[in-house]
């Protein structure tokens, strides 16, 4: 009997670990702790250009882009842009089957060969005015053809900023430029 006891004292934790708690350790790419929507870039406002200067100038810069504008507040300072672009291809894969009734948390194959549709990446790009500099936060997700998150990150890199900011100074000088009379 003490024995059976001492067993199943060692039995059941091991098997604890190797069915599900082997993902405890792993960090989850949708945790609210891991990503940040804080502004990752920043640029100085140009003193001689007004908040609703550079909002129209960050408006024509996401739609040149195929973005969507979505919130635009003078008061706030805010411009809110996203667009959709499809993963062809990728969904191409034989997705497995998770669970069951003695597979809990274990993956299996999918025995009819079902392959899964495309996902789709959405961006999200935020600008706002805060102390004289236009921060800017971006985010991008991944989403499932069945509408599920399977990626979700925030994704304003130099590679991004540095072009966006300098293609909307540029925007801002030659707006400047046409309504002082001169040409571009």
């Known amino acids: 009997m003490y024995r059976a006891r001492w067993l199943a004292a060692l039995f ?3 098997l604890v670990l190797l069915t599900g708690g082997c ?3 792993q960090t989850d790419p949708l945790a609210a702790t891991t990503g940040s929507m804080a502004p990752q ?3 100085a406002l140009p003193p001689d250009r007004t908040t609703t200067d550079w909002m129209k100038a960050a408006v024509r810069l996401f739609e040149r882009h195929h973005y969507d504008v979505g919130e635009t507040d003078v ?8 667009r ?15 669970g069951g009734p003695f597979l809990h948390g274990s993956l299996s194959g999918d025995p009819w060969q ?3 549709g495309d996902p789709r990446r959405i961006e999200a790009v935020t600008l706002w005015e805060s102390n004289g500099e236009v921060l800017l936060a971006r985010s991008s997700t991944v989403m499932s053809d069945q509408n599920y998150p399977i990626d979700a990150r925030a994704l304003a890199r130099p590679s991004f900023c540095v072009p966006f900011f300098n293609q909307l100074k540029a925007d801002l000088s030659v707006t400047a430029s046409t309504t002082s009379g001169g040409a571009p």
Not at 75 to 82: E, I, K, M, R
Not at 85 to 92: K, Q, R, T, Y
């Open 75 to 82: 008061a706030l300072g805010l411009v809110s842009a996203s």
């Open 23 to 25: 993902a405890v350790t």
């Open 84 to 98: 959709v672009i499809d993963m062809p291809g990728l969904g191409a894969v034989n997705a497995g089957v998770v």
């Open 41 to 43: 870039c920043r640029m």
């Open 114 to 116: 079902v392959f899964r």
């Open 12 to 14: 059941m934790p091991g």
